[in-house]
């Protein structure tokens, strides 16, 4: 690897989120370790985005309208030039050795059969343990403290966790492709991301591992929050047999403390139990969509 060779490509869709687009590019500008391939897909882009765009090195794609983020991210691999995939947020600052955190461990392992995930900062309370919250080091681009997050972003305690899915995350561009990226039926993108990870469950993926030390803040959903959403939930349930929040806590483990010795192992009993809750709900859930859809046809 020479000083110039580019290690991560890293996928950012946005809308219509100029100021926070320009942060997070300039997080990633200013706190990498390494040299990444950067490239935006503008949903939109009519608050100014796609002129500013213009004036700058980037490389981006550009839709009139909001296509979501699955059609973003499955768009832009076309430009991937190096092996791994990076998805991130707009709405994301990442703090100094967040790559060289993901590299490191990429190096160690025997093989491309992983998906990593950064640890996000977040400022108000979430009900997740892998996210570090509330630390809240401002909820929005007018109160953000830049310069306390950079002096107190390793200080605060946490340690690597099961279950990668929400970005920024990273896979091998072959395992990518394999999974087929991100599934469109999900557009927008709500569910989009475990869904991604139990696609790549089904390929044989086992490593699910999300890094305390690579650390990102997160402004959460500035950009989901004003979209119209896909009840991902409900898709999720009738694609997978299972709900997310089962597949997230007895396969996945997400938020939970890693251990080497335990990793691809479930909670087989609480998994056969959610199963059989998880086929009900999908019943009364097809009896529900059949009974719309008659009173749409009466």
Known sequence: MTQNDQIFSILIPTWNNLAYLQLCLRSIEKNSTYKHQILIY???????????????????????????????????????????????????????????????????????????SGTLIQPRPFFCKSVIAPANFGENIETFREDDLLKNYRSLPHYDWFGATWPPNVVHKDIWDLVGGYSIEFSPGMYSDPDFSAKLWMAGVRLFKGLSDSRIYHFESVSTGRVKKNNGSRQF??????????????????????????????????????????????????FKKSGQAKMLWE
């Open 237 to 286: 349930l009738q694609k997978w047999g299972i709900t997310s929040a089962s597949f997230m806590r007895n396969i996945l483990k997400r938020g939970e403390p890693f251990k080497e010795t335990t990793t691809g192992q479930t909670h087989a009993l609480a998994l056969k139990k959610d199963i059989t809750r998880s086929r009900l709900k999908k019943m009364l859930s097809c």
């Open 42 to 116: 503008v949903n939109d882009g009519s608050d100014g985005t796609v002129d500013w765009l213009k004036t700058q090195n980037y490389e981006y794609m550009h839709s009139k309208e909001n296509v979501g983020v699955c059609w973003a991210l499955n768009a832009l691999r076309a430009k991937v030039k190096t092996d791994y995939i990076l998805y991130m947020n707009d709405d994301m600052y990442v703090c100094p050795e967040w790559d060289s955190v993901l590299w490191d461990e990429i190096q160690r392992l025997p093989d491309n059969n992983f998906f990593l």
